[in-house]
């Protein structure tokens, strides 16, 4: 049976949230400027999606964007924790905020993302980087405001941290960095528990957003002039699978579709296992979906995609691109091949460069496994040397390189 989600309005009305309004507006009298805010963002379209709403969030209680963070009043680090490079970097640029913090003591600071939703990571901001204000997670970002008001007028260090939440709050504000093109969430989390990956664990377990309140967001965007949207999702093709009343992502492509003044749609990321032909048919018959498809196949061992629970195999995955192209003839074919993954052999490494050469994709996102902390690859042995890693991603791109040219050129 499904789970019904609550929906939560977010929109800015309390009186902290007023108090804090007055005293910008102060600021701004006594000061002749607004307080600024500058933004850094890590990973995927999920946080920057996340950054626009903190950004709207913020521009509704009177501060400024700005792209010198030097001198901003409030720097904040959306962050992502996919990948070891990238939590590296955070470190890296917190380290230089540091001494900025130093000579603006006035200078708020703040941590979000998904960085922050582990624990120990978590930890490790609050005692080895103590000059941060403001810590939240994936599932607190309409709090922010209340955050600011702790750690501006209470002077308060302020850590608001949900594990995982069935409430989704609509209604937030949202400052869109495209006037001509967005990017609308139309699921939250995962339930797929790929075993090297740790978004269920920080962003939570998959929800839907109501069919009505997307399709009321989308209509907005239209008038206020954009053509172009992007539907969000870490599985949009299981969209609607929590709902109380079913509808399929399939109807919901059809019911966009029909929105005057959005000329394009897109979507990302789509499933394999949950790719239906009734989505691939929707795909062809609604004229305003774009002919693309971003489908991650990660590897094309069947031993391989087992051990990473990715829930369908090679033959499975060749018969979907064999469906689309049949309905689709110019669809564009985009993926992620993830490389190195422990227990890899030659032979498995082999069946990914034949995925690779028997799909021709238009592009592709590779990457070298990462070990997160967490997830149950790590826990695997037979991790793969990096110079094993190294040499075949390096062999990969070569398969590659000469495929896209092509399909581009």
């Not at 929906?7 to 910008?24: G, P, Q, T, V």
Request: with cysteine; hydrophobic share 35%; net charge negative.
């Amino acid at each position: 049976m499904s789970k019904r989600v609550i929906i939560k309005d977010a929109r800015l009305s309390s009186d902290k949230i007023i108090e804090l309004k007055n005293i910008n507006e102060q600021f701004f009298i006594m000061n002749g400027r607004r307080k600024t805010y500058h933004i850094l963002t890590y990973g995927c379209q999920m946080n920057e999606h996340d950054s626009e709403k903190i950004s709207g969030m913020l521009t509704s209680i009177g501060y400024e964007e700005t792209d010198d963070d030097t001198n901003a009043d409030l720097v904040i680090f959306n962050t992502c924790l996919i990948r070891e490079n990238a939590e590296l970097k955070v470190f890296g640029k917190l380290g230089e905020v540091k001494g900025l913090k130093r000579n603006n003591p006035n200078m708020l600071v703040a941590v979000c993302g998904c960085m922050m939703q582990k624990e120990e990571i978590r930890e490790k901001v609050i005692k080895k980087f103590s000059f941060v204000d403001i810590i939240f997670g994936t599932n607190t970002i309409h709090e922010l405001p209340g955050l600011i008001y702790n750690a501006e007028i209470n002077k308060n260090k302020s850590i608001d941290i949900i594990e995982n939440t069935e409430l989704i709050y609509e209604n937030m504000p949202k400052q869109r960095k495209f006037k001509y093109k967005a990017l609308v969430n139309i699921t939250y989390g995962c339930n797929n528990f790929c075993t090297y990956c740790v978004v269920p664990y920080v962003r939570g377990r998959e929800k839907s957003r109501e069919p009505e309140e997307i399709i009321n967001e989308v209509k907005a965007l239209a008038q206020d002039g954009c053509k172009e949207i992007t539907l969000l999702g870490q599985n949009v093709n299981s969209y609607g699978s929590n709902l109380e009343k079913k509808f399929t992502f399939a109807e919901l492509l059809y019911e966009i579709n029909k929105i005057d003044g959005i000329e394009r749609i897109r979507f990302m990321t789509s499933h394999p296992k949950d790719l239906t032909d009734d989505l691939i048919m929707a795909i062809k018959h609604c004229s305003k979906v774009c002919n693309h498809v971003h489908l991650p196949v990660q590897a094309g061992s069947n031993n391989i995609l087992n051990k990473m629970n990715r829930k369908y195999t090679k033959e499975h995955y060749l018969d979907l691109v064999y469906k689309l192209k049949k309905e689709i003839p110019d669809v564009a074919i985009t993926t992620d091949i993830i490389v190195g993954f422990p227990g890899e052999t030659e032979e498995d490494f082999l069946e990914t460069v034949d995925v690779v050469k028997n799909v021709q994709y238009d592009s592709a996102f590779t990457f070298l496994y990462s070990m997160r902390e967490g997830t149950k690859a790590a826990l695997m042995e037979d991790q793969i040397p990096d110079e094993v890693k190294h040499e075949r991603f390096d062999r990969l791109l070569d398969v590659l390189y000469k495929i896209v040219l092509e399909r581009n050129s």
